[in-house]
């Protein structure tokens, strides 16, 4: 079973950027599709990034496209999210998780199998 870490959040001002990593343990992230989704105090969880196997296709929430970029390091076992240009709307706790089987749609969370325990991005006005 894959076990999956966060890290990289921390409290920015606005404008800021921040980059988040996700590395897996006892298990090989190549073998995943991956995704970034986020929780605001009081919401539910928002989907944010996707990224297939290879790297070669990337999909992203309507809040977030422009700034924000996902990408994998297969060798490093490890995925990330660059975000630029933070807004406080963007303040949430990141959660990755990984999707072992493309069924379903990448940007419910339910397709997802296992989650790392989120780090928390804090955006200042």
């Known amino acids: 079973q894959v076990q999956l870490v966060e890290s990289g959040g921390g409290l920015v001002q606005a404008g800021a950027s921040l980059r988040l990593s996700c590395t897996a343990s006892?298990?090989?992230?190549?073998?995943?599709?991956m995704g970034w989704f986020r929780q605001a105090p009081g919401k539910e969880h928002e989907f944010v990034a996707h990224?297939?196997?290879?790297?070669?296709?990337?999909s992203y929430g309507d809040s977030v496209k422009g700034p924000f970029s996902i990408s994998r390091d297969n060798a490093k076992n490890t995925v990330s999210l660059e975000m630029n240009n933070l807004k406080p709307e963007d303040t949430a706790v990141y959660f990755c998780?990984?999707?072992?089987?493309?069924?379903?749609?990448?940007?419910?969370?339910?397709?997802?199998?296992?989650w790392g325990q989120g780090t928390q991005v804090t955006v200042s006005s």
């Open positions: 998780a990984a999707r072992p089987l493309l069924i379903g749609n990448y940007y419910d969370q339910g397709v997802y199998t296992y």
């Open positions: 006892g298990g090989t992230v190549s073998t995943y599709n």
């Open positions: 990224i297939n196997r290879s790297g070669g296709t990337t």
